[in-house]
């Protein structure tokens, strides 16, 4: 009898067996269907990924051979596409099948992660740019960007230094022990400032009668760097890239290319020459030692210096001058054409110099004029 119950419960228990059996089966089939799917979604990712990325490439490829954008831009443009890429990505969308509100929840996401509307601005910009040149490809039969409106941005006035903040940055920039260079120095500043002509070029002694130490030779580069920033409002990336044939010493002018590779030719005042020479002839060749570049700017391993080297030198220089307000190399670029317009120079003339494509840009520094102006008025008028 007790085998016969055993039995009977036993076949009682097995349907039990048998069901959580097939439920597992179930639960497995189920996890199976959803890691495929999920295999699924992700080969379709990776291979919208693939796709996204090599439009983009050859986008970039394109605007590289162009020649129009600086090696800075292209960086900007690429990372500012794979930001958008990635996005599309995440939902498994084809970038040239994006609608507007596709781009529009891309912004969106991008001004909830806190990025001001300058950049907000310049990513569209950068979007509009890809989209323009898919539809030029036939790759996008409408541009997702063109009813997108680019958020408004409050100007603000440029920072520009004071003329004894100006005059303490670059004459406490090098601790020259030669009395020759620093009397020229002197003497050059003063002419300047009194609105004279300088007096002749002085014949500089070459290194072969001249060796000066290396330390001082760096003092040298740092003085020519900062003077050739205010003396033609260069910005930091022409700056580091200056090349000899670019300096035209006995006509007293260097030959820019700035955004979009525009040419510009920008005068260079008597002060900037003579510290240029004195630059080239006696501390150069210390810095290259058995080297050879073509550049003006130099490191002692035969390279041109860089944007983030010009930083540094610059906020050193700011610190040992003692100027106390947050100040950037950009500010040279303001400040020289400040003063420019103080001093009397017409907008046009000012924006060629500058490199602006529209005049609308440079005008915002009329408003510095404007404010200089009336500090001039209140000092000088009977009732101010």
């Known amino acids: 009898m007790a085998s016969n119950s055993e039995h009977n419960a036993t076949r009682l228990k097995t349907p039990e067996r048998f069901g959580a059996t097939d439920m ?14 999920a295999c699924s979604s992700t080969e379709e ?9 090599a439009l983009i490439d050859r986008y970039i490829l394109n605007q590289t051979k162009r020649g129009l954008y600086s090696k800075a831009s292209l960086r900007s443009y690429a990372s500012d596409l794979s930001l958008f890429a990635r996005f599309c990505n995440q939902n ?57 409106r680019a958020p408004k941005i409050a100007r603000h ?6 003329h004894q903040q100006l005059d303490r940055l670059l004459d406490g920039t090098s601790t020259m022990n030669n009395a020759a260079s620093s009397d020229l120095f002197t003497s050059a500043h003063a002419a300047a400032s009194e609105g004279t002509l300088a007096p002749a070029p002085v ?61 510009r030719i920008v005068p260079l005042h008597d002060t900037c020459i003579k510290v240029l020479e004195i630059y080239l002839d006696s501390a150069r060749p210390v810095l290259l030692q058995q080297h050879h570049a073509p550049y003006v700017f130099v490191t ?61 840009t440079t005008q915002i520094y009329t408003h510095l004029s404007f404010e200089h102006l009336k500090a001039v008025q209140h000092k000088a008028h009977p009732r101010g």
């Open 300 to 360: 002692a391993s035969g390279s041109h210096i860089s944007t983030d080297q010009i930083r540094n030198i610059f906020a050193r220089s700011v610190r040992n001058a003692g100027v106390q307000e947050h100040t950037t190399p950009h500010d040279m670029r303001h400040t020289f054409a400040s003063d420019l317009l103080e001093g009397g120079a017409d907008l046009r003339s000012v924006q060629e110099m500058l490199g602006h494509a529209s005049l609308s």
């Open 24 to 37: 597992r089966a179930e639960e497995r089939s189920s996890t199976e269907e959803t890691c495929a799917d």
């Open 203 to 263: 014949p500089v002694p070459k290194l072969s009668t001249v060796r000066r130490p290396y330390k001082e030779a760096l003092e040298l580069r740092n003085r020519a760097l900062l003077e050739f920033m205010y003396a033609c409002g260069a910005r930091i990336s022409e700056v580091s890239l200056l090349k000899l044939s670019q300096l035209d010493l006995r006509e007293r002018c260097v030959r820019l290319w700035g955004k979009g590779n525009k040419e």
């Open 157 to 162: 006035l440029p920072h520009t230094l004071k």
């Open 92 to 148: 498994s969308w084809d970038i040239a099948r994006v609608s507007r509100f596709d781009v529009r929840a891309f912004l969106a996401q991008r001004t909830s992660d806190g990025i001001s509307h300058a950049s907000l601005n310049r990513l569209l910009s950068t979007l509009r740019g890809f989209y323009a040149w898919l539809c030029d490809e036939k790759r996008c039969a409408l541009d997702p960007t063109l009813s997108l």
């Open 45 to 53: 990712q990776n291979s919208c990924s693939k796709a996204n990325n």
